[in-house]
Nanobody, 124 residues
């Protein structure tokens, strides 16, 4: 059973950095698709960034140039480095994985394993 546990969420000032981590277990292959998503009250789950096989990445337009997704070689640790944070980046951030997928994707419907989420609050 795939398990994902996020950490690192906290309250920060706008313009500052924050790094999220996700500890993953329950699968063998390393060239799987993983992603970060965020959700705010009244809105659906929004794809933020994804990493697939060969380190290919995709980002939401709203975070390009500010966020960086990375993972250890065995894909058992996933990270999201967030820089130049804005108040609109606030939300609950989720880590997700799909061991059957190789291409990165920010569509939440493409994932079948999710963590419990970690809260990020950016104040102006």
């Amino acid at each position: 059973q795939v398990q994902l546990v996020e950490s690192g969420g906290e309250s920060v000032q706008a313009g500052g950095p924050l790094r999220l981590s996700c500890a993953a277990s329950g699968y063998t292959y390393s060239d799987i698709c993983m992603g970060w998503f965020r959700q705010t009250p009244g809105k659906g789950r929004e794809g933020v960034a994804s990493i697939g096989s060969f380190g290919r990445t995709v980002y939401a337009d709203s975070v390009k140039g500010r966020f960086t997704i990375s993972a250890d070689n065995d894909k058992k640790s996933l990270y999201l480095q967030m820089d130049s944070l804005k108040p609109e980046d606030s939300g609950v951030y989720f880590c997700a994985a799909d061991p059957s997928r190789r291409n990165p994707t920010t569509d939440p419907d493409d994932y079948n394993y999710w963590g419990q989420g970690t809260q990020v609050t950016v104040s102006s």
